[in-house]
Nanobody, 119 residues
Framework: QVQLVESGGGLVQAGGSLRLSCVASESIFSFNNMGWYRQAPGKERELVASITSGGSTNYADSVKGRFTISRDNAKNTVYLQMNSLKPEDTAVYYC?????????????WGQGTQVTVSS
């Protein structure tokens, strides 16, 4: 069972920055993809950004140019640098990882970290 632990959320004013971290309980070297999702009250969970094992990245249109995802395999960690934050970025942010384990495709989630952007 892979454990994902997020940190770095908090309260910030519009225009500010935060960096989220997600530490995995084991090496992420063999993980297929890792990503960040978010869920605002009353809305569905949505993909924010993802990164493949090869380092290719994908972003939601709403965060392109403001957010950057990266991974450090040596630290078993994926980061989400969030700049120029807007009130609409307020949500619980979840870390996600998918991988093949014992012949089965598995998806794991962290417990979430709250990001609140005040206007």
């Amino acid at each position: 069972q892979v454990q994902l632990v997020e940190s770095g959320g908090g309260l910030v004013q519009a225009g500010g920055s935060l960096r989220l971290s997600c530490v995995a309980s084991e090496s992420i070297f063999s993980f297929n993809n890792m990503g960040w999702y978010r869920q605002a009250p009353g809305k569905e969970r949505e993909l924010v950004a993802s990164i493949t094992s090869g380092g290719s990245t994908n972003y939601a249109d709403s965060v392109k140019g403001r957010f950057t995802i990266s991974r450090d395999n040596a630290k078993n960690t994926v980061y989400l640098q969030m700049n120029s934050l807007k009130p609409e970025d307020t949500a619980v942010y979840y870390c996600n990882a998918d991988l093949w384990r014992l012949g089965k495709y598995r998806i794991y989630w962290g417990q979430g970290t709250q990001v609140t952007v005040s206007s």
